[in-house]
T-cell receptor, first 110, second 114 residues
Framework: TQLLEQSPQFLSIQEGENLTVYCNSS?????LQWYRQEPGEGPVLLVT?????EVKKLKRLTFQFGDARKDSSLHITAAQPGDTGLYLC??????????FGGGTRLMVKP | GAVVSQHPSRVICKSGTSVKIECRSL??????MFWYRQFPKQSLMLMAT?????????EQGVEKDKFLINHASLTLSTLTVTSAHPEDSSFYIC??????????FGPGTRLTVT
């Protein structure tokens, strides 16, 4: 069983602060996705990283895939209250199945 | 991006009754659909994978006789929770994909069993 560990599980910060969420595994993934989910809604895909060492930017969000394709990070610069939500990483294996991490619940206070 | 819908968005049923949840891919043909369950403040847990026209593959610990999955067409999969009990109350989310393309998630269905 491939496991993805996310940390921290919960993060409460003030508006304007920076933060990093980590997603780690002992397994190699063919790709890794980051999702954001708001209460009562389904997850919305933010980004997919495929290549080891890849870095993708989405406005204030920076995603990095580890060189060995076993870990990833999400960095948010100058967090805003609108960034509040549940952030989920999910790895795709050779069978094209998604394995979700435990999630990081982010709260950004104004 | 592709659109996946779920119906109903919320449902309340009495203990012992059955409830059906529909998942539809609106603008693509979903060769594979997935059903997830999510408890409050937790991540998504895969329940089963269904391919159009064949029986669903259930994850370990998921009762196939309790959670009936039908993927009768390339745009529709249904999850029926049979003889529901309060512990079945949860947020059920489906996703769909076409071939090797990425999965697109539905908005979820909140089931409350009283």
């Amino acid at each position: 069983t491939q496991l993805l560990e996310q940390s921290p599980q919960f993060l409460s910060i003030q508006e304007g602060e920076n933060l990093t969420v980590y997603c780690n595994s002992s397994s190699v993934f063919s790709s890794l996705q980051w999702y954001r989910q708001e209460p009562g809604e389904g997850p919305v895909l933010l980004v997919t990283v495929v290549t080891g060492g890849e870095v993708k930017k989405l406005k204030r969000l920076t995603f990095q895939f580890g060189d060995a394709r076993k870990d990833s990070s999400l960095h948010i610069t100058a967090a805003q209250p609108g960034d509040t939500g549940l952030y989920l990483c999910a790895g795709t294996n050779a069978g094209n199945m998604l394995t979700f991490g435990g999630g990081t619940r982010l709260m950004v206070k104004p | 991006g592709a659109v996946v819908s779920q119906h109903p968005s919320r449902v309340i049923c009495k203990s012992g009754t059955s409830v059906k949840i529909e998942c539809r891919s609106l603008d693509f043909q979903a060769t594979t659909m997935f059903w997830y369950r999510q408890f409050p403040k937790q991540s998504l847990m895969l329940m089963a994978t269904s391919n159009e026209g064949s029986k669903a593959t259930y994850e370990q610990g998921v009762e196939k006789d309790k959670f009936l999955i039908n993927h009768a067409s390339l745009t529709l999969s249904t999850l029926t929770v049979t003889s529901a009990h309060p512990e079945d109350s949860s947020f059920y989310i489906c996703s769909a994909k076409q071939g090797a393309h990425e999965q697109y998630f539905g908005p979820g269905t909140r089931l409350t069993v009283t």
